[in-house]
């Protein structure tokens, strides 16, 4: 039963263009969503998160757009950069328990072409 | 110096094994986990410890047996391994607070676990 899914399991674009990420959830007790990163061999790493109360979160080149409605994230980079090539796992948790539980989805592979 | 750190990165066994998986964070969190990344790329949660108090047990076969001695380590201790067990397990941490916390994790670096 997964609640949270990601179902571009790969994308490539070009250097320089702009990177689109989508994520949808089935939970709407959700308020908090999050990305991470993922280089081979290594950990995820926290990117950026959203909290229910808002729609859009902006860092850098990163920003993430939440509609509440359509149970839908989504992650921008703009401009797209080599070094961005990884896996990109959205997640989401019911921040109201306390147990902070986080659900991942199953990730998308980036590789952005130089 | 690593934050999360988990041993050992690699693991092959046999089956019928028993195998411990260890982990440490440096960050002074109060909250640990491990999860599970399966062959379908699904990293799922297995267990969560606040300050050595579990907290989260999913629906994981009794084989697997988390011990924290301390809030800083959360060892996974794998009894008895089948095949199916093989994946590559995380260990996280992050300031849970009783109630509300942002959610953000700290992950190691991975402990892959291959069962033959």
């Known amino acids: 039963d997964q609640q949270v899914k990601q179902n571009s399991p790969s994308l490539s674009v070009q250097e320089g263009r702009i990177s689109i990420l989508n994520c949808d959830y089935t939970?709407?007790?959700?308020?908090?969503f999050l990305w991470y990163k993922k280089y081979p061999a290594e950990g995820p790493t926290f990117l950026i998160s959203?909290?229910?109360?808002?729609d859009k979160n902006e860092d850098g080149r990163f920003t993430v757009f939440l509609n509440k409605s359509a149970k839908h994230l989504s992650l921008h980079i703009v401009p797209s950069q080599p070094g961005d090539s990884a896996v990109y796992f959205c997640?989401?948790?019911?921040?109201?328990?306390?147990?902070?539980?986080?659900?991942f989805g199953t990730g998308t592979r980036l590789t952005v072409i130089p | 110096d690593t934050a999360v750190s988990q041993t050992p990165k690699y693991l092959v066994t046999q089956m019928g094994n028993d195998k411990s998986i260890k982990c440490e964070q440096n960050?002074?969190?109060?909250?640990m986990y491990w999860y599970k990344q399966d062959s379908k790329k699904f990293l799922k949660i297995m267990f969560s410890?606040?300050?050595?108090?579990?907290?989260i047990n999913e629906t994981v076969p009794n084989r697997f047996s988390p011990k924290s001695p301390d809030k800083a380590h959360l060892n996974l201790h794998i009894n008895s391994l089948e095949l199916g067990d093989s994946a590559v397990y995380f260990c996280?941490?992050?300031?849970?607070?009783?109630?509300?916390?942002?959610?953000?994790?700290?992950f190691g670096e991975g402990s892959r676990l291959t069962v033959l």
């Open positions: 939970n709407s007790m959700f308020d908090y």
């Open positions: 996280a941490s992050n300031q849970g607070l009783a109630g509300r916390n942002t959610g953000e994790l700290f």
């Open positions: 410890y606040n300050n050595k108090e579990l907290i």
């Open positions: 959203i909290s229910s109360i808002k």
């Open positions: 960050l002074g969190h109060d909250t």
């Open positions: 997640a989401a948790v019911d921040d109201q328990t306390g147990a902070n539980n986080l659900f």
